[in-house]
């Protein structure tokens, strides 16, 4: 997908899917809508700078596709393919967890070395690892450049999104090396690194445009 437009808000599913999706899947440009149910808020163990939420719109799009003004309690982000694939599996069956991971460099002049990390080591080890219920991990960035600057967006096709996210660490330190060895910290950090935001979500609907 060229173009994943976020929303994130503390309405439930049920209303954001009622009151705000039909408004946004209208839109030039947007192909396919789903909305998703944060599964661990306020998780400690992960830093985060962006604000906690209940419930994230994804919006698959074309490049046409202009973000829309955002209503009070919506913030909206827009994302564009990276020039690098994604990477992983396609397993046939649906995609009904995500991941989120939303990072940032201090400046923009480390934009470059922490999207190399990304790309060829951190992705790359997780997919690797062959881990259960990941599918794809695709590399978005920010339109307008700015926080947060890249998106991780791993895909799962087992529900329960936590649990999926959860075997990761295990199975990626089997075969680069224990938690706090130089080869794990090299995987799990960078010098350019900022977390801006890492939640796990399930799937609740989908509306086609």
Known sequence: TPVLYLEMTEATPEAYAAERVPEVVALPGVARATWWRNVYRDRPDLPRELAEFDTLGVYECDPSFVPPATPDGIAGHHFLRTPRPGQGRLTGKPTVGLS?????????????????WGDFVHIN???EAGIP???MITPYENATKGDPRYMHFYEFDDPDAEVTFKRMRPLVEARIGPWGSPECEA???H???R???VNSFALCGERTA
């Open 187 to 189: 995987w799990a950090v």
């Open 133 to 135: 219920g990941f599918t």
């Open 195 to 197: 977390i801006m935001y």
């Open 191 to 193: 010098p350019a690194l």
């Open 100 to 116: 989120l991971v939303l990072i940032s460099p201090p400046t923009d002049a480390e934009a470059q070395d922490l999207r190399d």
């Open 125 to 127: 080890h997780i997919v």
